[in-house]
């Protein structure tokens, strides 16, 4: 069937986002499209040619129906590790990698305890893996967190090899560092999904300093990044 909605192309309003949007009208098609709306102003023809991947393209259809039904049938039921092992049991992934953050590596060895309960190995490779000093990349002794002593870079890519030559079927990072992820997830061969996003001040919930934006975390809402 075909989409009824109009098409047109963004003009003046194109600076405006979803990043705007207060309605998401786009979830149940139930209030209205705001003015600027991705979803009725896109380029014409884009929404359709994308949707016409899903279909010609089997593993991301497989992906996004197991995603999918995962979240119809354990709804606001399965925690995130319990979503994940299931998603790889659905996908039938036999290998799978956890790219952890080396501080984090009780949480890691507790995910692979809680895997192998299920019948699922766990390959971690930790972000320190390899042992090079920070200062090969052109970090300066001062900038290290103690100076004069050994410190061992993150070695994202270090892992995301490691974990390609294992032949992971499906990463799953544990920690990484902002950035240092982005390069895991350049590098890694498997798909990735996330189990622990790291943030050291919130406990591993960076969607808590969102939530007080308001309130005890206003400074956020400041033009000036800490310093
Ligand atoms: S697609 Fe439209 S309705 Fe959906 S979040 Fe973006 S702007 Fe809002």
Same mark, same amino acid.
């Given at each position: 069937?075909?989409?009824?909605?109009?098409?047109?192309?963004?003009?003046?309003?194109?600076?405006?986002?979803?990043?705007?949007?207060?309605?998401?009208?786009?979830?149940?098609?139930?209030?209205?499209?705001?003015?600027?709306?991705?979803?009725?102003?896109?380029?014409?023809?884009?929404?359709?040619?994308?949707?016409?991947?899903?279909?010609?393209?089997?593993?991301?259809?497989?992906?996004?129906?197991?995603?999918?039904?995962?979240?119809?049938?354990?709804?606001?039921?399965?925690?995130?590790?319990?979503?994940?092992?299931?998603?790889?049991?659905?996908?039938?992934?036999?290998?799978?990698?956890?790219?952890?953050? @080396?501080? #984090? $590596? !009780? =949480?890691?060895? &507790?995910?692979?305890?809680?895997?192998?309960?299920?019948?699922?190995?766990?390959?971690?490779?930790?972000?320190?893996?390899?042992?090079?000093?920070?200062?090969?990349?052109?970090?300066?002794?001062?900038?290290?967190?103690?100076?004069?002593?050994?410190?061992?870079?993150?070695?994202?890519?270090?892992? @995301?090899? #490691? $974990? !390609? =030559?294992?032949? &992971?079927?499906?990463?799953?990072?544990?920690?990484?560092?902002?950035?240092?992820?982005?390069?895991?997830?350049?590098?890694?061969?498997?798909?990735?999904?996330?189990?622990?996003?790291?943030?050291?001040?919130?406990?591993?919930?960076?969607?808590?300093?969102?939530?007080?934006?308001?309130?005890?975390?206003?400074? #956020? $809402?400041?033009?000036?990044?800490?310093?």
């Amino acid at each position: 069937m075909s989409d009824p909605r109009p098409l047109k192309n963004l003009d003046k309003l194109g600076n405006l986002s979803c990043a705007n949007c207060t309605v998401g009208n786009c979830s149940k098609l139930t209030k209205s499209f705001p003015d600027f709306c991705l979803t009725t102003n896109a380029r014409e023809g884009i929404v359709e040619d994308v949707t016409k991947r899903y279909v010609k393209s089997p593993k991301d259809r497989k992906i996004a129906l197991a995603a999918a039904e995962i979240e119809s049938a354990y709804y606001g039921r399965a925690t995130r590790v319990e979503e994940i092992l299931i998603f790889i049991e659905k996908m039938g992934y036999k290998k799978v990698g956890a790219a952890t953050c @080396a501080g #984090l $590596l !009780n =949480e890691c060895s &507790t995910f692979a305890r809680i895997a192998r309960a299920k019948g699922i190995e766990i390959y971690g490779v930790a972000c320190k893996v390899g042992a090079v000093d920070k200062t090969v990349i052109g970090l300066t002794e001062e900038q290290k967190i103690s100076p004069g002593s050994h410190e061992s870079m993150c070695n994202p890519i270090l892992q @995301a090899e #490691l $974990l !390609n =030559e294992e032949k &992971t079927d499906f990463n799953v990072i544990i920690g990484l560092c902002a950035g240092h992820d982005t390069l895991f997830i350049k590098h890694s061969k498997a798909p990735v999904t996330y189990l622990v996003v790291k943030d050291r001040v919130l406990c591993h919930n960076p969607a808590a300093a969102l939530y007080g934006a308001n309130t005890y975390y206003r400074r #956020l $809402l400041g033009p000036e990044l800490p310093k």
